[in-house]
């Protein structure tokens, strides 16, 4: 999202804030890192420090604004996508339901008095940051190894565990075999060779996509001869001659 | 071997343990690691603690984590740091604060529970704190879609935090007091009664917490 390229004429931009103090490009690099919470960063407070370092008499003033305008841009959305509300609806119970007043003063009371305690541990770090422990690690002696089972099965776990299903609300409810559109594909034929493209013109994305698995499917089985003169060029259909 | 001399060599055992180990050791391990009856081990650890008393030692005995620990006073830090040439590891956020405080107090919890609880995704602040040791799951939802983990706090986040345990921590209904919740309701009614057309409603929609 944020190219490297894009931030190579502000290389001697520094910016001044709470969370972060250092060159801009740095900033880019930790928030994409995760090692700076993109919501931590005011980017009100970024754009007024860009604007009264801008020096408009400079020859890249032009490329140096283009480059900001677009890293500024996309924190904007990545700020904009993390203040989301969770992805995860069902867990939440009663994500976008009209809540009743009581139901939010409750909420929001449980949210005060997190937010209380976030406060009390963020004085307990304070207090107890600079203690370093003895520690001397030591080394594992065959037969000796001892495993953290909890560590284990987390590990394993996220090793293991599916990657979270891609949304597919968008596509609506699937009205198309892949035995319609391969038949449509063995009519279109009878008439001589058809292009994809010819084929599919009145189609929407979902039927588009199951025609060509159709005619994937109808070649593998030697009913179908798929050309393409060049790369990413016209795809033709046309009768196999071993099943004319 | 006479009284003083053998609550002498069972402190030194005691130090010697807590020397070696790079984690808090509880006090059955030590009574059975040092071979000491729990008056021994007492006497052997309130020793300890006068011979490493931050007044006087750059090395102190800490209770955390349901074990002790031997660590470096905290007056040290800077010197230590600067010979160990390594930063002390950034402060968290007030994002990460706040994570932590959910599932210390609402614990064990899901990520899905922890957005819900401060109307943010938190996933990116979950992961961080996993890879720092202080969230570890320690089990999965099974009643929850897809069984998803559960997360607790860690004994890293207690000896980080100076604790002995989870209890060592002020109570969730204490932080805020009658009055200020009082208030918070009294805000929501008249918010609610000065909206157009919601007066006299009995449901609002639901607004993030944070931007309350």
Not at chain 1, 157 to 185: C, K, M, N, W, Y
């Amino acid at each position: 999202m944020i190219e490297e390229s894009r931030s190579r004429s502000l290389s001697d931009f520094t910016v001044e804030l709470d969370v972060y103090s250092g060159p801009y490009e740095w900033l880019l690099a930790l928030i994409m890192r995760d090692e700076v919470e993109i919501f931590e960063v005011p980017l009100r407070e970024l754009v007024s420090l860009y604007l009264s370092n801008r020096d408009p008499e400079r020859r890249d003033t032009l490329e140096r604004d283009t480059d900001f305008a677009g890293s500024a841009a996309a924190l904007v959305l990545l700020k904009s996508r993390t203040l989301s509300p969770a992805a995860e609806p069902e867990a939440e119970g009663d994500e976008g339901e009209a809540l009743t007043p009581e139901q939010l003063a409750e909420k929001l009371a449980r949210y005060l008095k997190i937010k209380r305690g976030a406060e009390h541990l963020r004085e307990r770090f304070r207090e107890n940051a600079g203690f370093h422990p003895s520690g001397h690690v030591l080394r594992a002696r065959l037969g000796k190894l001892k495993i953290n089972q909890g560590r284990l099965v987390g590990t394993a776990r996220r090793a293991f565990s599916r990657l979270t299903e891609p949304p597919v609300r968008h596509l609506g409810p699937i009205t198309v075999t892949l035995q319609d559109l391969a038949d449509l594909i063995r009519s279109s034929l009878a008439r001589g060779p058809v292009s994809y493209e010819e084929l599919t013109r009145d189609m929407d994305r979902l039927n588009s996509a199951v025609a060509f698995a159709a005619a994937l499917s109808l070649a593998s089985e030697g009913h179908l001869k798929l050309s393409q003169s060049e790369p990413l060029g016209p795809l033709t259909f046309e009768v196999a001659e071993s099943a004319s | 071997m006479t009284e003083s001399a053998r609550t002498m060599a069972a402190s030194s055992r005691v130090e010697a343990i807590l020397h070696v180990s790079p984690r808090p050791v509880t006090a059955a391990t030590l009574r059975s690691t040092a071979d000491l009856s729990d008056k021994e081990l007492r006497a052997a650890l309130s020793e300890l603690e006068t011979r490493y008393s931050p007044e006087s030692s750059g090395i102190v005995l800490r209770n955390v984590a349901g074990g002790y620990q031997l660590a470096t006073n905290p007056a040290c830090a800077e010197a230590v740091e600067r010979f160990r040439e390594e930063a002390r590891p950034a402060p968290l956020s007030s994002a990460a604060h706040e994570v932590l405080s959910c599932v210390l107090y609402l614990g064990p919890l899901t990520r899905g529970a922890v957005s819900a609880v401060r109307g943010v995704n938190s996933d990116a602040v979950v992961r961080n704190l996993l890879d720092r040791g202080l969230l570890a799951e320690v089990g999965t939802d099974q009643e929850s879609p897809g069984s998803p983990a559960l997360l607790a706090v860690t004994d890293d986040f207690l000896a980080a935090t100076g604790a002995v345990s989870r209890d060592d921590f002020p109570a969730l209904d204490s932080l805020v007091g009658p009055e200020e919740l009082a208030r918070v309701r009294e805000r929501l009614g008249s918010a609610d009664e000065n909206t157009d057309g919601s007066a006299g409603e009995d449901t609002i929609s639901e607004q993030s917490p944070e931007s309350a």
